[in-house]
Nanobody, 112 residues
Framework: QVQLVESGGGLVQPGGSLRLSCAASRSIFSISPMGWYRQAPGKQRELVAF???????TYVDSVKGRFTASKDNAKNTVYLLMNSLKPEDTAVYYC??????WGQGTQVTVSS
């Protein structure tokens, strides 16, 4: 089972940006889909972005145009660039690489 470690979370003001990273313990070349989920306090975990083999990326409507997911197979790392952050983006963000393959999560807080 691949191990995943997220980083890059933190506190940012509304309108700011963050880039999350998810480092995998082995090659991610053949892993599809990979993606990002988030869970806000008192809410269910929701899909943010999915990267499918061939390069297709899907986003939840609430982040379209603001977030960009990418996958670097050479570095075994997946990224989530988040721009124009809003308070409602506050959540723990998790990397996902298939059934049972989750990172530990990284906290993103958007607040002034």
């Amino acid at each position: 089972q691949v191990q995943l470690v997220e980083s890059g979370g933190g506190l940012v003001q509304p309108g700011g940006s963050l880039r999350l990273s998810c480092a995998a313990s082995r090659s991610i070349f053949s892993i599809s889909p990979m993606g990002w989920y988030r869970q806000a306090p008192g809410k269910q975990r929701e899909l943010v972005a999915f990267i499918i083999s061939g390069g297709t990326i899907t986003y939840v409507d609430s982040v379209k145009g603001r977030f960009t997911a990418s996958k670097d197979n050479a570095k075994n790392t997946v990224y989530l660039l988040m721009n124009s952050l809003k308070p409602e983006d506050t959540a723990v963000y998790y990397c996902y690489a298939g059934p049972g393959a989750w990172g530990q999560g990284t906290q993103v807080t958007v607040s002034s």
